[in-house]
């Protein structure tokens, strides 16, 4: 079977490789490796999601879906420096990417730890973000759409990149049964950036 991002531990072979990043008018290092989501470069999808997000006025912290080696959540936490993010991933070598990136930025009001989509999640968020693993599956990716609603408070918003391609109008479809409040609040070269709401 091939491996992917979203294995537990990843068998591919370690070769780090790190680069700098502007996001959110913030400068950032970034170590990444094979077996993480694209290593490289920050991808288009994220950085998409990175800089049209706007905090919620509900009041609470945040929490990124898949962090991988963690741009989203570790932009989000640079600029909104008086939340917390919780940063959850199921791929053990994202995570310890993940932690040493907090630490190679400065940034310290993160909480990086593995969980299988929810699992390991406890409490409410103000704000959940996810840049959905979509070769993960379209169950899985459902999954982290539609539980997103039990771990939110009231007034709280998902936020996710998906391209249209790879989902998008399905996925909008899940999150109007669920969500009274859906919305397409960008689109850029085919990817959809979609807030949804709990009231």
């Known amino acids: 079977m091939t491996e992917h991002y979203f294995s537990n531990q990843p068998t591919s072979k370690?070769?780090?490789?790190?680069?700098?990043?502007?996001?959110r008018g913030h400068s950032f290092t970034f170590l990444s490796d094979y077996g993480v989501f694209s290593k490289?470069?920050?991808?288009?999808?994220?950085?998409?999601?990175i800089e049209t997000f706007q905090a919620p006025d509900a009041q609470g912290s945040?929490?990124?879906?898949?962090?991988g080696y963690g741009p989203i959540g570790l932009s989000i936490a640079k600029d909104f420096g008086s939340r917390q993010v919780d940063?959850?991933?199921?791929?053990?070598?994202?995570?310890?990417?993940?932690?040493?990136?907090?630490?190679?930025?400065?940034i310290d009001n993160v909480r990086i730890f593995a969980s299988d989509l929810y699992a390991n999640v406890e409490g409410e968020y103000a704000a959940i973000l996810s840049?959905?693993?979509?070769?993960?599956?379209?169950?899985?990716?459902?999954?982290?759409?539609?539980?997103?609603h039990d771990h939110l408070i009231s007034g709280g918003e998902l936020w996710i990149v998906i391209?249209?391609?790879?989902?998008?109008?399905?996925?909008?479809?899940?999150?109007?049964?669920?969500f009274s409040c859906v919305e397409v609040v960008a689109k850029k070269k085919g990817y959809y950036i979609i807030k949804s709401k709990k009231y």
């Open 131 to 148: 840049n959905p693993p979509i070769r993960a599956g379209k169950k899985t990716v459902h999954e982290i759409l539609v539980k997103a």
């Open 163 to 178: 391209q249209k391609k790879q989902g998008a109008p399905s996925a909008l479809e899940k999150l109007n049964e669920v």
């Open 87 to 106: 940063m959850i991933d199921v791929n053990e070598r994202a995570l310890q990417l993940s932690k040493e990136n907090a630490a190679l930025n400065s």
């Open 14 to 23: 370690s070769e780090r490789h790190k680069w700098d990043f502007p996001l």
């Open 62 to 67: 945040f929490l990124d879906v898949g962090c």
């Open 40 to 49: 490289r470069e920050v991808d288009f999808g994220s950085r998409l999601l």
